[in-house]
């Protein structure tokens, strides 16, 4: 049997916002749920500050150690949007203005007052970028090398995602199915262990909650074989209903 | 004048749940926040999922590179909590059962069927660990040396968070002053980039919306000085006024 080759990437969340705790992420979620439907596991993520340095390591790392590295935030037109010039940094190249991108800034301003310096700031990208087609609005995402430069805000991410979906190499998409039980799941670990050993590239999850008054689990059962998740879950479900748990609907 | 030390932090979020998009994080933002209060800066987050050398080098790389180290995620009593394991081996100590935190498990689960396998899984420590008190839920966090430990689920660490609050060396906090404003960021870049570098020890975040239909930003001052975080809010207010955009209340 051959090995299937598990697609991987690594996300950089860039922001001071985020770590002061001002704005709530959205983008790890959002970015994380989208690469399963392609087929590519996310492996790691790292928030960092408006800081060169920082991104430039962090980009740098993630770009290496996974087939792909996805960036969300700094790409706006103010003086704290440095992730194109950090970036380029990363990749030894300058920064320059690409002319598409440059051309769709000039057709949006044409009766919004024009492009000004802040404006053209948007069509800057590391040499040698291409632009990522972005269907719900204007704003491109950009893509150099591996790596793919969102924005920060979650809905403007969701349209350069959607323009990028399909294209990316990926493997057989992730599949969870979901079993929920009235099991605190201190009471059952030892029958979860047993259910995911007794069958090979499949994962079980373990995710509590207390709900009108009741402890009870969600149990995640993630393969990349669909029927065998199925298969999984079902046993999963009947060992939890032999052992006394009533079932609550998956999802919480 | 001496420059007073700036304290930082690191956070490692764990679990393959944030990954893979099933779960929404709230705890960077939650941890992030109550650390500015403190008077500790959160530099960097990593995500990373239930796999030992994962969280192993995450733990080792932030907490030598930061003042503290905090980990949300992985101490419940299933398989695929694997977080004290492993920042276990990340410290190269064995893993033991706290006495305090067996007798809590005790007393809580006299009346709830006693304390099982799986149950006394939650009383594992690293050894030389000491258990951070909870005051809101029994549920106790875990210190060994600059790390901490919390829980995933962000209301227990609100309580860990809360029997910790205090407890920290940390400078002064950070002040963040919101001015809001109908004015599209790429049109005010320039006069941003004046208005921060007018004064030493701040930084000026630009955060866009359109609300009803109207564009504008929140602009966040920020720093360790209140006075001065306060002044240089007054001045970017104003300078906006003269330029010609009206006032929003600040905050999205």
Redesign the interface.
Known sequence: MVQEKIWTAGLV?IG???????????N?????????VQGI??????????TEP?IVEAVNTLRQAYDYCFTTGGI?????DITVDAIAAAFGVPVVIHSEARRLLEDYYATR?GL????L??ARVPEGAELIENPISKAPGIRIGNVFIMAG?PSVTAGMLAGLTGTLEGGRP?V?VTVGAHAP??????L??EV?RSAAGV??????FSKEGRFGSNF?V?SEDEALARRVASTLAERLGEAGYDAVDGGI
């Open positions: 969340v001071d916002e985020i770590l002061s705790g001002r704005t709530q992420d959205k790890i979620a959002q970015v994380g749920a989208w690469l399963n596991r996310l492996k790691e993520v790292r928030v960092v500050g408006d920082a706006g037109p103010t003086h704290d007052g000004n310096e802040g404006r700031a948007m805000i992730l969870s799941e201190s009471e059952v670990a030892e979860l262990r995911e994962a079980i999850g373990s995710y509590p995640v993630r």
